[in-house]
């Protein structure tokens, strides 16, 4: 895909985004567009950074940590979110480059989160990542223990969990999904949602979503996962 049409593509879901907010009676800037770069390359991206995007998703530390601090040396106001799998041996990476973390889901990761955390004394906002489809494949807690292992996040290792983030099962409704997970955030009083895809993103919003992660819709489809 050209940068040419990339950039219309951004363009296109950032309007979809303030109508969408808009006709469901919320503010544009109280929903975020996390811009997923993962598998495209820094020349792929720039044209969206160039045009005035800030806001970028990665789902593996390694891929983020191989592209990102070059950028970021262009553009110091990037803010920079994990979206796919946590392990513990990459935490201290993880700290250290991202913004916020999408998928806190065990409590091995919360530890070593909160340990790294004051080590580099760096706090990225932190949720919690759930299962509602409850696919073996999936990562994320199950629905009914999301209230315990975010209280003991917040009393054992004093971890400010900002919101919950869920992937919806690819051939069912997102709706349910949404709604149920808006409902845990809200029992939680937490502020973030992160819900909707490429191919939700509008139900997502008008379900709540403070922060949607586009990809596909952006820089086409992608090669590899
Ligand atoms: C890849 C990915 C996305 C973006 O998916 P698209 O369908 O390309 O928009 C969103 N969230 C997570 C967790 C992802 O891994």
Redesign the pocket.
């Known amino acids: 895909m050209t940068s040419l049409t990339i950039k219309d593509n951004l363009n296109q879901v950032i309007a979809q985004c303030a109508q969408v907010s808009i006709a469901a009676g919320r503010k544009p800037e109280d929903v975020q567009l996390i811009v997923?770069s993962?598998t495209f390359d820094a020349e792929v991206i720039l044209p969206t950074l160039q045009d005035g995007h800030r806001v970028f998703?990665e789902?593996k530390v390694q891929e983020a940590k191989a592209k990102w601090p070059a950028l970021k040396e262009q553009f110091n106001d990037v803010e920079l979110h994990l979206?796919?799998p946590l392990q513990s041996n990459k935490t201290a990476e993880a700290v250290a480059l991202f913004d916020v973390i999408?998928t806190v889901d065990r409590e091995k990761i919360a530890k070593t989160l909160a340990k790294e955390m004051k080590a580099q004394d760096k706090y990225p906002a932190l949720l919690v990542q759930v299962n509602t489809g409850l696919e073996p494949q999936k990562s994320g807690l199950e629905p009914h223990e999301v209230v315990a292992f975010v209280k003991m996040c917040r009393e054992k290792y004093n971890l400010d969990i900002k919101g919950l983030?869920c992937?919806p099962p690819a051939d069912e409704n997102p709706g349910p999904h949404f709604a149920l997970l808006k409902k845990i955030a809200q029992q939680l009083e937490m502020p973030i949602l992160s819900i909707g895809?490429?191919?939700d993103?509008r139900i997502a919003i008008e379900l709540g979503a403070t922060h949607v992660?586009?990809?596909?819709?952006i820089f086409g489809s992608?090669l590899i996962k």
């Not at 992660?213 to 819709?217: D, I, P």
């Open positions: 997923v993962k998703g789902n979206i796919g999408h983030m992937i895809m490429s191919s993103y992660r586009v990809g596909s819709a992608r």
